[in-house]
C-alpha cells in the first residue's frame, strides 16, 4: 500500500502548522533570547521595545500565571528566564504584535544587561567542577576487574561523538485559539500533544481537560520535537491566555538552530579485553554526555547509551558508567537513536581498535562476538537474537570477500585513490526505556455509511505511522481503505498519550486500533449470527462481504452497518494496549525493559579522494530484520533516511560552538548537511523475514530508529580507506569524518578534536 499522504504531498496539498488558515486578529510571537551564554541577569529594558509599532503586548517570567517552569524528567527549566540566563538564545521575553516583521522590529530594541558567569561547553569539564545533570549510572555485568587477567589482548582509549542539529524541514512553532470560558486550542508541530498539554496547564496554572491540543502532521521530528516542542506552544499560549486573541509563532530557521537543543554530543574512554581466540571478555567505558543547560531527556537518553553500550555483541564482563554533565549550551535532546548511537559508536571504536592493535580485520571480531539467543545482555534481559542470522545472510548474499579483494586490487592499482569497506551490525530495543510509558490509545468509529474514522495516539511525522494505523483497521474489518480516515492528534480525542517515539508509535498506538476494531467487530459478529442463526465463529468478513460458513450470502459491510445501528450496538470503541512482561528496577539496573529487539548488519563500501580529502559512499548493503513488514514501501524509505540521516551525523554534519558558547554552525551554510550527491551511490537492503510471535503490530518489526545506526559504518568504512593510503595514520575516533579530517589523517597531522 502507498503511504496515504503521497498524492498531496507531491500537489502540496498537506497541511502543516504553516498552511493553517489566518485568523483575523491573529498576533505574531517572537521571543528574545539571551545574548549570553551563562550570566546573571541585571536589568531588562522592555521601554523602547513596548512603543514600537504593532506591538501588543511584551512578556516575560512575570506574566506566568502557574508555575515558570517546562522540565519534563528534572524541574530545571523555566519558560522564560528569572533572574539568569545557562545559554545563547535562552528566552527571557515574549514579544507579540500585529506581524511577524513587527514583533522581530521591536525585539531588537530589548536592552539587557548581563553579569557575566563562567561559560562551560565541554562535558568533561562539567564532570570535573561537579556539574551534574542526574547521578551517574552504572550498568554491570560479570566482574571485569577480575576478567582482565584473561585477556591476551587489552586495548584502550577514548571516542568522541558531536551533535547533530535536527533539521527536520518544518520548523518548531505553535498556533493558539482563546475557546470560551478560558479554555486554549494549540496547533503544535510536536510529537508530543500531551507534553505540551501537561507543561501549558503547570505554566498557565489550568487544569488539562482545557487544552486541547490538536496535530495534523509535522514536516519531521526526529526527536527534535518530543519534548522542545512545548517551549513554543505554551509561549503562544501565554500570550493567548492574556491576550484573548490567536497567537501564531513559526521560527525561522535560524532561531530553531540557535535556540534550540540538538543530540546530545559525547566523549567517552572505553578498554576492551579479548582472549588469544578473538573473544571479548571484558569491556568498561565510561560516557560523558554533553547534556547542555538543562534536563530535557538528557537523563533518559544517557540510560539508552547504557542499555546500548554492547550494541549486538555478548560481553560476560562489563562495566558502563554515564554522565550527564551540565554545560552553557542549548539543552540537547532526543534523536533518532536516542543515545543508543553514540554509546554504539564506542564500542564499535573499541573493536576496531583492538583489530588495527592485535593485526586482524574488525569484522573477525565482530562476527565471533554477535549476541545470541539466551545470551544475557548487561542489564538482565534474554536477547532473542537475529544478529548472527543478518550477518550470515548479509555474507552470503553480499559477498564480502569479493569485495576485500576488489579493494585490495583496487588500492594497490591506485595511488590516489583508495578504498576502504566495514561491517556494521546493529542491534536496537524496542520500548519506551521508562516502562508507564509504554501504553497508547485508540477510538475508532464506525459511521452509518459505513466509513470509519481512526484517532490515535500517533504523531505522523513522515514515518508513515497513518498509513500503518489505516493498514490495521482496514486488516481487521476486511474492507476498502478508503473507507477508512486517520484523523488529527488531538488531547481531547485521545488523552494521555506518550509522544510519538522509541521507534514503538506502530506498535503502542496499533495494538490499540486492533483491539478497539475488535470489540466493534465482535459486536458486528454477533448480531450477524443471530440474523443467520449461526455460531459467531461461522461469521467473518472479507473485502466487505459477509461470509457465513465461509460463503457469501449476499450481505455485505454497509448492510452489516445499517443493522448494527438498527441493533442499537455501539458502533465506536476506545482501545487501551499496554504491553505485557516489560519491567525495569533502576536500582539494581536489571530487568527487562524492551518488548523486543531489532537487528541488521550493513556493509559499506567508501572510495577516498587522497589529494583532495573528499569521499564518495560507493555502496552500503544492508541485510535488515523487519520482522513481517506490513509495508515495505514505507520500511524501506525508514532504512533509507535512517542511514543517510546516520551517514550524515558521522562525515558532514559538524556543529561547532565557540568558547563563548555561541553556536557558529547556525545556518545551511555553516552546517552541512547529505544532498544527493552524497547519499550512497547504491543502496541494497534485504529483508530478513521473521515471524516470530513478537510484540510488533502484526510481526512488522520497529523500523524507525535502528537504521540510522547503520550510518556509522561509513566513518570505518573512511578510516579503513585512509589506512591503506597511509598505514601508519594516527587518528583518534572523533565524528564527524569531514573531508577537513580525512585529509588531516592522509597527511599525517594529528587530528584535532572538535571542541563540542
Ligand atoms: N521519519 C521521518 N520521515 N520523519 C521523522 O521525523 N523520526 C524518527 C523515525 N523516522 C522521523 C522518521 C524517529 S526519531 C522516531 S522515534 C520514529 O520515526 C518515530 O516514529 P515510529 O515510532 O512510528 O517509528
Ligand atoms: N526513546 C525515545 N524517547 C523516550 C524514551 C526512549 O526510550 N524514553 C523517554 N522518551
Ligand atoms: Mo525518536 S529520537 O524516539 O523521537
Redesign the pocket.
Known amino acids: 500500500m502507498k503511504n496515504i499522504d503521497s498524492n498531496s504531498h507531491l500537489r502540496g496539498e498537506s497541511i502543516y502548522l504553516d498552511d493553517v488558515p489566518l485568523v483575523a486578529g491573529t498576533l505574531f510571537a517572537a521571543a528574545f533570547g539571551s545574548p549570553h551564554a551563562h550570566g546573571k541577569i541585571l536589568n531588562l529594558d522592555l521601554s523602547e521595545a513596548e512603543k514600537m509599532p504593532g506591538v501588543a503586548r511584551i512578556f516575560t517570567y512575570k506574566d506566568v500565571p502557574g508555575e515558570n517552569q517546562i522540565g519534563g524528567i528534572v524541574p530545571d527549566e523555566p519558560l522564560l528566564a528569572e533572574h539568569h540566563v545557562h545559554f545563547q538564545g535562552m528566552p527571557v521575553a515574549l514579544v507579540v504584535a500585529e506581524s511577524v516583521e513587527e514583533a522581530k522590529m521591536a525585539m531588537k530594541k530589548i536592552k539587557i544587561d548581563i553579569e557575566p558567569l563562567p561559560i562551560i561547553t565541554d562535558p568533561r569539564v562539567a564532570r570535573e567542577k561537579g556539574e551534574l545533570i542526574v547521578p551517574p549510572r552504572t550498568f554491570k555485568i560479570g566482574d571485569v576487574d577480575a576478567a582482565w587477567s584473561q585477556c591476551a589482548h587489552i586495548v584502550e582509549g577514548t571516542a568522541d561523538t558531536n551533535g547533530q542539529e535536527h533539521l527536520y524541514i518544518e520548523t518548531q512553532g505553535a498556533y493558539t485559539f482563546p475557546l470560551e470560558n478560558g479554555s486554549i486550542r494549540i496547533i503544535s508541530s510536536t510529537?508530543g500533544p500531551t507534553a505540551v498539554q501537561r507543561h501549558a496547564a503547570i505554566c498557565l496554572g489550568i487544569p488539562m481537560h482545557m487544552l486541547e491540543v490538536d496535530v495534523t502532521r509535522l514536516g519531521g521530528?526526529?526527536?527534535g520535537k518530543?519534548d522542545q516542542a512545548s517551549m513554543w506552544a505554551i509561549l503562544c499560549a501565554l500570550a493567548t491566555y492574556h491576550l484573548k486573541r490567536p497567537v501564531k509563532y513559526s521560527l525561522d530557521r535560524m532561531e530553531d538552530m540557535r535556540m534550540t537543543g540538538k543530540r546530545n554530543p559525547y566523549s567517552s574512554d572505553f578498554k576492551i579485553g579479548l582472549d588469544k581466540d578473538l573473544n571479548i571478555i571484558a569491556y568498561e567505558s565510561t560516557y560523558h554526555q554533553n547534556a547542555g543547560a538543562a534536563a530535557d531527556l538528557s537523563p533518559a537518553v544517557l540510560e539508552r547509551t547504557l542499555f546500548h553500550s554492547t550494541n549486538s555483541y555478548f560481553v560476560p564482563n562489563v562495566k558502563a558508567t554515564a554522565y550527564s554533565c551540565r554545560t552553557n549550551l542549548p539543552p540537547n535532546t532526543?534523536?533518532?537513536g536516542?543515545g543508543g548511537p553514540q554509546g554504539m559508536f564506542v564500542i564499535e571504536a573499541a573493536i576496531h581498535k583492538a583489530a588495527e592493535t592485535i593485526g586482524v580485520p574488525a569484522w573477525e571480531i565482530q562476527s565471533r562476538n554477535l549476541i545470541k539467543t539466551g545470551d544475557e545482555f548487561p542489564f538482565g534481559q534474554i536477547a532473542e537474537s537475529e544478529a548472527k542470522e543478518c550477518w550470515v545472510v548479509a555474507n552470503q548474499i553480499f559477498e564480502p570477500e569479493k569485495i576485500e579483494k576488489e579493494i585490495k586490487a583496487f588500492n594497490a592499482e591506485n595511488v590516489l585513490f583508495k578504498k576502504g569497506m566495514s561491517f556494521m551490525p546493529i542491534c536496537f530495543g524496542i520500548s519506551f526505556t521508562k516502562t508507564p510509558m509504554n501504553q497508547a490509545r485508540a477510538l475508532v468509529h464506525v459511521y452509518t455509511d459505513g466509513s470509519v474514522g481512526v484517532s490515535t495516539g500517533a504523531v505522523e511525522m513522515g514515518q508513515g505511522v497513518n498509513t500503518k494505523m489505516l493498514q490495521v483497521a482496514t486488516q481487521i474489518f476486511s474492507i476498502h481503505p478508503n473507507r477508512v480516515k486517520i484523523h488529527t492528534t488531538n488531547t481531547f480525542r485521545i488523552a494521555n498519550t506518550s509522544p510519538s517515539?522509541?521507534?514503538a508509535t506502530a506498535d503502542l498506538n496499533g495494538k490499540a486500533v486492533e483491539i478497539a476494531c475488535n470489540a466493534i467487530l465482535d459486536r458486528l459478529k454477533t448480531i450477524t449470527a443471530e440474523k443467520f442463526s449461526v455460531s459467531e465463529t461461522e461469521v467473518s468478513i472479507d473485502n466487505e462481504e459477509v461470509l457465513i460458513k465461509g460463503s457469501p450470502v449476499g450481505y455485505n459491510w454497509s448492510q452489516l452497518i445499517q443493522d448494527g445501528y438498527l441493533k442499537r450496538i455501539a458502533l465506536s470503541e476506545h482501545g487501551h494496549y499496554a504491553p505485557p512482561g516489560l519491567h525495569y528496577d533502576a536500582k539494581i539496573e536489571k530487568g527487562h525493559p524492551f518488548a523486543y529487539h531489532v537487528f541488521g548488519t550493513a556493509i559499506t563500501e567508501v572510495t577516498v579522494d587522497c589529494l583532495r580529502g573528499t569521499y564518495l559512499v560507493n555502496s552500503v548493503k544492508i541485510v535488515h530484520d523487519f520482522g513481517t513488514s506490513m509495508n515495505t514501501a514505507i520500511d524501506r524509505g525508514q532504512i533509507e533516511g535512517g542511514l543517510v540521516q546516520g551517514i550524515g551525523w558521522m562525515t558532514l554534519e559538524e556543529i561547532v560552538y565557540d568558547e563563548n558558547g555561541r553556536l557558529r554552525s547556525n545556518a545551511l551554510s555553516t552546517y552541512k548537511v547529505p544532498d544527493i550527491y552524497s547519499v550512497p551511490k547504491e543502496i541494497d537492503i534485504k529483508f530478513l523475514k521473521t515471524e516470530k510471535d513478537n510484540m510488533a503490530i502484526l510481526k512488522s518489526k520497529a523500523v524507525g530508529?535502528p537504521p540510522l545506526m547503520y550510518g556509522i559504518g561509513t566513518y570505518f568504512a573512511l578510516r579503513n580507506a585512509i589506512k591503506a593510503y597511509r598505514p601508519d595514520a594516527e587518528m583518534e575516533y572523533a565524528t564527524p569524518m569531514t573531508p577537513e579530517r580525512v585529509l588531516m589523517g592522509l597527511v599525517g597531522k594529528k587530528q584535532e578534536k572538535v571542541t563540542v
Do not use: D, P, Y
Request: charge should be negative; charged fraction near 25%; proline fraction near 0%.
Open positions: 510529537q521530528g526526529f526527536g518530543e532526543a534523536f533518532r536516542f517515539a522509541a521507534s530508529e
